[in-house]
């Protein structure tokens, strides 16, 4: 067994427009990496992040929490020592503490020679989630630790639904350089909503799955639709309405929130139109002042994977 | 091209637990007969129903309102009579006026040598279901029209989607004697519902839509619930709760009201687990006084059958 492992862990899209809570996939392109050695010396340390400023204290980064959490689950003689080079921008709304979770628990796995089933591993990687968000949901941490695209049918007990998707999908994404705090997300949400909308919403929720196990694309185009979360959310995410009819006109399938926001992503057929959805987007922002940065990304089949 | 054809044609589940208002599945051996043959008198008369008293009147009558709804639309040098040998019902919740509105249109066609499509079909159907319930909705006409599990990905334009299902898929029913008002089933009806529910109905329809795919009978088994409408309806059913936890406790994967009742379906692996089912609603309902009809029927792939 080895002693040491290094991994890619992927920064994800939560939500997809109709699949609030529900639904998420998982990018190729963009993500933390993650050293993780076995120690002489018990229990868990971090002993070094760069790319952003975050707590090497393991009880105040998602990354530690969640490794504690399967520590916690296991008697060992050793203990675990990681390095985290960190890509993902904390509050990009792609998965970033997702990431660093998923990673912690997945590259402490593989060093124990696979003890945990990935549905175990998601159960402590969301108490890691719960540190940056205060919930612990899955919606990021199951597309990253299962790759493709994820329906989490339920959070307690754990459910994860792996859902096939078509081969020629691809991702654009658009982050702009704001900050939209957790709480003005949740506080624009309705409690209540109308009983027609929510109709609308399961009817694509489930064209949507019935669009990736057939690989039709014009399914998916319709489904991608969210009548219930997006009317209240975009108001948020400066230019929303712009770069979705732009992406639509440069010929996406869709476009929405990206979980809470404010990064927006896009799906399309094929690379060069996921290309030519970047350029529109970078269209509209240029002319905004506000900085952004935008990738485009296959849709990652596989997950974390092993550097 | 023939002059006269009989077919069958069937009764059919709509809503399916979570689906309300989109999903729908088709029995096998519960149905209308009906026969439809060209005349050489311009427009369309209905000559014979027998079973139940409905009107001859085409104007009054949801195979005759369908019926015209699909002959206004074309233009014939000669017209049709229509005998319907009426099976189900008129107001049991298990499709009775889509199994007259659906096989009315359909036979039409076939002597027309299919002019039109099944989408177009379902248009023309949904005029006559309009005159039964005030509204016109496909939940119980796709399933007739198209075979198996169906979607209403939506109403305006019509658009189904055609569901796959595991083989060895059965449906037990059981339709009480009584009569609820569709005004009664609508009156108990939220205008609003919890964000939190309509976002466990969703996850449910995704799950159950992956489940058919998949064949996956224990993921159907946990997606079968509804957390929104059946907590409304069910009181206007006696025994509901009763004839569900005897269903499961007889090995049925899940139980929810057909339509908007009165009948109550449970879908079960296997003709021997439905066939159980059968017995566990048969009793529940020997004891209550209300007169009562079960049945057992596979899920009819093909709809609408040439007999």
Known sequence: MRNEIKIFSPATVANVSCGFDVLGFCLDTIGDEIVVRK??????????IEGFELPLNPLENVAGVAALALLNDINLDFGFEMEIYKKIKPGSGIGSSSASASGSVFAINELLGRPYTRHQLTHFAMKGEALASG?????????ALFGGFTLVKSNAPIQVLELPSPKALYATLI????????????????????LQLAI??????GSLVHALHTNDYQLLSSALQDV?????RKGLIPHFDSIKKQSVLAGALGCGISGSG??????????????????????VYSKSGIPFNTYVSKINSKGIKIL
């Open 262 to 283: 404010p990064s927006i992503f896009a799906l399309s057929e094929g690379l060069a139109t996921a290309k030519s959805v970047e350029k529109s987007m970078r269209d």
């Open 175 to 194: 982050h702009p350089e704001i900050e939209i705090k957790t709480s003005d997300s949740r506080a624009v949400l309705p409690k209540q909503i109308p």
């Open 200 to 205: 609308t919403q399961w009817a694509n929720v």
């Open 228 to 232: 219930v979360i997006e009317p209240y």
């Open 135 to 143: 919930i612990e949901h899955a919606d990021n941490i199951a597309p």
């Open 39 to 48: 120690s002489k010396e018990k229990g868990f340390r971090i002993t070094r």
